[in-house]
């Protein structure tokens, strides 16, 4: 009960700002309702027992991507005249409602198969486990790390003053 | 040393815990803060051979009161052509995250609102919402010295979460947990002995992190009138100061917890122990306040990412090594060995990067 209250709140709230996003004319405040639909995805990972995950999507998204999101709003000319929609607007709607009703296909016709063990209690070794324990995802792990490597240094040449 | 853990839903019923849990955290963060703020005027007042507030009750000791009335009465002035709904919104969403810290903070064994298993990781994530109300405020102040205070904060607040994460890492390593209860009971050892350089660390990082002096850029008077609060006033300023206090607090409390052993001690009662470091702590802080010169911006961009950065890393290396090869060994050993890597490596660090400290480069 209260947690399906808590669900709905989270969702519509969510789903609100998240349109926001898109329909608000001011950048910065834009960049704002992106921040709280950040935020209420995080409470939606809480109300799955997701602790760690809620806590490293608000350190992530709301604490680091957030942040940059802005300063790149805060170095922006002329932002006062907002975001104006240019000839695009139309395919770009016809191309979101493909999408949309393909994810909504998608979801509404895959057998979800909900699991019946009650959520782990301290997460954060069952994640360490799979991560870095035998037959986890190690590799992926390290990959990632090496692709935004090279991606920084691939950033450093682009802007290195010649 | 005896330890009594009270029941983790201590004084019983959810439902009591969670409402006397929330307004004990509001009180004592209110209180806190206007004890802090008396404090820190007395105390730079002695340092600096002046009086400080010394009218308003016994030694002053109401000023804080009397402030805080002032404020709440004090006209509140919107920039007209600023963001009316953000201006508004900035203190509240600076305020909120600090007083949310203060959940998971252990003030006796099971007095605690959360005991969260991902406790300092919450508190990590948590503070790091602050910074979104501070540049809230300079942005929709619609002012160049607000907008440029915001942007220092962005700076500051993206450069120095890495090292003091890195630094909280080398006690979660030792503590072999991320709740808060779990670290002060595996501090047998407080781990300021065992980690002095992830100590110094976290502590400098946490400084730049809430803008306390030397790396008060965000606010520096001397260059940016106030920064991102010039435009405030009347009860919205007084709650961003109130924000920042109660940051000082957060601060003054997670040391404790993490490094001075948080509520253990003998003889007296823990609550008093948790208070009398949470007070060492904070008059350590008035102290550099009173003593470090302000900061560049650049040098503070500097010593983030040349300085605690690479010795955040090393530090982390060090704990883990010493955690993974040397289990059995007591832990007493490594408190010698880790004052000494300290030493050497700041000293050397200091020498590898000459960071104009004082001086001008030609």
Redesign the interface.
Known sequence: MGASVAFWVLASIAVLAALAVVLVRDVFRAALSLILCFLMVAGLYITLSADFLAAVQILVYVGAISVLIILAIMLTREVQRGSPSNRFRLPAFFVAVLFFAGIGYAMLNTPWQISSTPPLEPTTPAIAGLLFGEGGFILPVEIAPLLLLAAIIGAIVLVREK | MAMQMLPPDWPGNFWAHWAIFAVAILVFVLLMVMVFIWFERRALAVMQARLGPNRAGPFGLFQSAADALKLLIKEDIVPAKG?K??HWLAPVVAFVPVVLIFAVVPFWGGAILAD???GI??I???S??T??GI??AG?SSNNKYS?LG??RQ??S??SY?IPVVLSVVGVVLLAGS?SMQQIVAAQDIPFILLQPLGFLLFFCGALAEINRAPFDLTEADSEIVAGFFTEYSGMKFGLLFLAEYGEALAISAIVTTLFLGGWRGPLLPPFLWFLLKVGLVFFVIVWIRATVPRLRIDQLMALAWKFLFPLALLNLLITAAEILFWPAVSLWVFVPINFAVMIILVLLWSKFFKLGWGKVEV
Do not use: R
Request: net charge negative; aromatic share 12%; charged share 5%.
């Open positions: 963001d709904l953000v969260l298993n991902i990781l919450y990590v994530a948590i790091s919402v910074a979104v540049f809230m942005w907008t915001a942007m962005v700076a607040v993206v979460e991320l």
